[in-house]
């Protein structure tokens, strides 16, 4: 339903109830730039000042991924906490974060939790309603492979099924089905997360979601991709640490990413300090389809549903001949 940002606006609207003791967002510094956005306005629209009520988790000095030991301190640190919204799988690093275990943590401080799953879903099994997520968004274009601007995804934990007291923005698709076209102006959400939805689904992005969904089901579902996934990120480390040695030495390049392959999805994000858009480029040249995040990263996703540990290899092997012609 509708998209990633929008939904979480909906959520925050629904789940983010600032009081004078609890008023404060947490997200990860290097969250994506949306997700900064929607959290800073709501803060802004109920009169917050973001310098006071957007607390920001960063990685220690010299390293790249967040100890989920330091993301708990946080929560301790700050009684104000209102809302912890962090990324399933981090867009910049590829960290999957220990959802769980800061889910729990967080709930027994008092905090609600939401997650935005965008570089998660159809990447990593997630299990929402047995890890108690109060909330989570996610959009379908990415591992989900429904292209730009396909149909976004929510979900609201079954204990707010009949909760009908927190406020909401309704819209004509989030009205009960029974009663939909009786055209009575008093809203009656249907629930759980279907009570949420706005309007009518766009048939052609909903399609491509059905056939995309249908095409893990007949590879075996997440939990099986994932194997595979671990595997080929494994491979494509030891590739790059061995074929690449001298560029690492030199400090060419480095590996943001999580070793362990648990803490990680099917991602690793390289940095250059300088030169990346030369890298990059001279990839694209070599027909490597991967992208760039600004200002020094290269993100390399060997995806378990139609990549090989051939492609892999190749990958790699381009990437050597480009960085020996760049630096």
Known sequence: ?????????????????????????VIEAKAFPSDHYAVTSHLESRGIDPAKGLVLIAARQGETSLR?????????????IALVMLSGVQYYTGQFF?????????????????????????????????????FACWCSYKYLNTGAGGIAGLFVHEKYAK??????????????????????????????????QQSNP???????????????????????????????????ERLLRLMLASHFAAGNVRILTPSDPDARGCQLSLEFPTKMMDVFDGLHAHGVICDERKPTVIRLAPVPLYNSYQDVYRGVTCLKEVMDKVF
């Open 163 to 196: 909760d009908t007291s927190r406020p909401r923005l309704a819209g004509w698709w989030g009205n009960q089905k029974e009663n939909r076209f009786d055209m009575d102006p008093e809203f009656r959400p249907s629930e759980g997360a279907s009570g949420y």
């Open 68 to 80: 989920t030991e330091d993301i708990l301190k946080v929560i301790d640190d700050h009684k104000e």
């Open 1 to 25: 339903m509708n998209t990633l940002t929008s939904n979480l606006h909906l959520m925050m609207t629904t789940f983010y109830r600032p009081t004078e003791e609890r008023y404060k967002i």
């Open 202 to 236: 766009n048939v052609l992005s909903t399609i491509a979601l059905m056939s995309s969904l249908q095409l893990y089901d007949q590879a075996g579902g997440v939990e099986k991709l994932r194997q595979k996934s671990r595997g080929l990120t494994l491979y494509m």
């Open 98 to 134: 220990d959802i769980p275990t800061i889910t729990a943590y967080a709930q027994e401080k008092g905090c609600v939790v939401g997650w935005d799953l965008a570089h998660a879903v159809g990447n990593v099994p997630l299990k929402l309603h047995e890890w108690q997520v109060d």
